[in-house]
Structures are given as C-alpha cells and as structure tokens.
C-alpha cells in the first residue's frame, strides 16, 4: 500500500515543501482559536482504582476508539501486525501485567468500560513507539520565561484518503484528543493532552516543575525493543509510560531530565523538556540505551538563540528536503517573533504555520510551566494543506 501510495504522496509532499522553505505564519495573529477549538478537560482521579479512573472518559467514546483501533490495525504492514498479533493472542493478560503498574491495570480498565478487545488495547497504547511526527519547541523570552509548545502529527500511511484528501487515522484521532487533570488528594499532580484509551503521556506538565513532550525518532530498527519486549524481555520501558512515570515521581526539571536521560528504553524517540528557570530546555535524542548528543537550551542561549526545537529526524543533522519542518519553523521563530516576542500567542501562531500545520495535525498545546498555563486546542487544516 505505501509503496503505491509514494509517488503520489511525494510529489504532493515536494510541492508543499517548495512553498514552504520560508516562515508562513499569517499576517494576523490566528491565537486565541474558535472556541470549539479548545480541548475539553477531564479529571483522572489518581485515588480510584486503576480500573476505573478512565471509565468516565473513554466509555461514551467507545464506539470511536474501537473504530480507529480497527482502520489502525487494517492499515499496519501486514508482516509486522501477524508478528505483533500472534504474540498477543492468547497472552494479552500477560503482556499488561508485565506493564508497570499501574498502567495495565488501566488498560484492563478501559477494556472493561468500552469492551474493546485488550489486545487491541495493548497495540494502541503502544502504537506511538511505532509511527508518528511532530514538533515541539522550548523557548525563553527576553525575561527569562521558559515556553513550551508542541503540535502532534499522527496518522502517516495509515489510510490516505484520496477522495477527500486525508488521512483516516489522524481523522479518527482527532474526536478522541482532550485534556487531562491528574489529581490526587484533591490536589493537581500533573496535566497532560491525550488521546482516550491511552494512558501514556505524549505530552505533560506538572506545574512549577517541568513540561515534557515526545517525538518519534524515525529509525530503520524501531520495532526491534518492541518485539523483543512482547516477546517477554521486559528489562527496557516504554517511552510514554516513562514520560508519566516522569510526572508523578520526578520533583523537578533536573531529576526529570536524570531520569528521562538514564532509563533504559524500548525504542528510539526524541524526549523534549522544559523548566521553570532560565535556561531550562532539552532535546533528548532517546536510543534505547541513553541520549545522543543532547541539545540543551543554554548551550543555544550561549550561541545567541534563544529556543530549542525539535521534529523527527536528529537536531545535527540537515531533514530531509520531503519533509523540513524544521527550517520554516526556526525561521519563523528568528524573523518574526525574536526573543522579545516569546508568548503563548506567538508559539501558537508558528505551530499554525506550514508546513508545522499540516493535514496530520491533531492538536496545539501551550505550556506556561511557572505560572501553571496549560492550553489545548484541536487542529484541523484543511487542504490545500501540507500531507505532511
């Protein structure tokens, strides 16, 4: 299916990419969205039982969750999903019970509310170790305040719809995005924006402490952990499981960034962190081991910049010419806001800027770590759009 699907999609994807080699964001300021962008908010009561503290979340979503797990697992390659389904078949309580706790209880959970199958539930929670792009940036005003933004892209390959020009996926993801408050004891513990039915954390924050986004690293053995793990070797955790694991344990910016550094993991991924105080910005370029050349934001504000970013492909070297997010968002960045220009507003606006805004954007999130502002909002560009 992709390899028949290339020479179309690259040709869309080189046209996009001609146009947008410069900053695109809009003349006016596109910040703040329609209301009926903004993201509900959920709150996940850290003191029921893991069975049930996604029950009131994912239960009247359960027909659309079971129908993007299915259009997922249609559209994986077919050799990788007989692999992954013949490990999972039959063993699917085993597997969840080798999660760390409690995130199989919680799976088992949302299995119970929704009565979707647990295996599919399984593949889902760990589908962001297989595919996904975006981008994140931390950045720091003139001030010394530290800003973390991210889009999340997810869904290529997964189904392009040629009629209405889309991806299915990322369609079927977008009713499922809101945000969450983990409270425990009555008190916030942490925020996150997630998709319903996966408890991981792809993007967080815990007020006053740290942010934390994710990223896939495209790599030619990124389901080797993966098998490996369901295969019942379980010394390596899951990125995303981590990332909360991150949020509840990790008091602040510098034990979140020991910790994120020195996990041993299952798979490759880019791990961005922010801070409260000046300086405080990461790229983490996860392999399975540690971190590869890690980009730290002072290093940049030492070198006269004043943010780190990230998309899918490692900071030192050049994206590939299909698909340079990076360079169109830098300039944005470097042209149009400036230091000076650091805000909420202006990190929106250049995440609502192709090629960034593209058609597998499924949300914004802006992150105030120090004053505790978290904001969420639905994307939907519409084509003509970026593919990618």
Request: aromatic share 10%; glycine share 8%.
């Amino acid at each position: 299916f992709i390899i028949a699907m290339l020479p179309r999609l690259l040709m869309l994807a080189l046209a996009a990419t001609a146009a947008a080699a410069t900053c695109r964001m809009p003349a006016h300021s596109e910040y703040p969205p329609p209301a009926n962008m903004t993201l509900r908010t959920v709150t996940i009561d850290l003191d029921k039982n893991p069975m049930d503290r996604w029950t009131d979340a994912v239960q009247p979503l359960a027909g659309q969750i079971q129908a993007l797990i299915t259009n997922f697992l249609d559209l994986f390659p077919a050799g990788f999903r007989d692999e992954v389904m013949s490990i999972l078949d039959g063993h699917a309580e085993t597997i969840c019970s080798a999660f760390p706790a409690p995130y199989g209880d919680e799976i088992r959970g949302i299995a119970k509310a929704t009565g979707i199958d647990l295996g599919d539930l399984i593949l889902f929670n760990i589908a962001y170790e297989i595919a996904g792009v975006c981008t994140s940036i931390v950045a720091q005003n003139a001030d010394g305040e530290i800003f973390h933004a991210r889009n999340l892209d997810f869904g290529l390959f997964f189904g392009w719809d040629k009629v209405n020009i889309t991806w299915r996926t990322t369609e079927l993801l977008r009713p499922l995005v809101f945000n969450a408050v983990f409270v425990s004891g009555g008190q916030e513990m942490y925020r996150t924006t997630a998709y319903a039915g996966y408890v991981g954390v792809l993007t967080g924050m815990k007020r006053g402490s740290f942010s934390i986004t994710v990223n896939t690293r495209l790599d030619n053995n990124l389901d080797r952990g993966l098998i490996r793990w369901l295969r019942g070797n379980h010394t390596a955790k899951f990125m995303t499981f981590t990332t909360r694991e991150a949020l509840e344990t990790a008091a602040d910016y510098d034990a979140a960034l020991t910790m994120l550094n020195n996990t041993l993991l299952v798979g490759p991924g880019y791990i961005i962190v922010g801070g409260i105080k000046r300086g405080q910005g990461a790229i983490l370029s996860r392999d399975e081991a540690a971190s590869d050349r890690p980009l730290y934001l002072q290093a940049r504000l030492n070198n006269g910049s004043f943010y780190v970013l990230e998309t899918n492909y490692d900071w030192w070297i050049q994206p590939p010419f299909y698909d340079n997010r990076r360079d169109p968002a830098e300039d944005c960045l470097n042209t149009r806001v400036g230091a000076t220009g650091v805000s909420m507003p202006a990190l929106y606006d250049v995440l609502s800027a192709k090629p960034n805004l593209n058609l597998l954007t499924t949300y914004t999130t802006l992150m105030h770590t120090a004053s505790g502002s978290f904001e969420g909002y639905l994307q939907d560009c519409k084509y003509p759009c970026p593919i990618w």
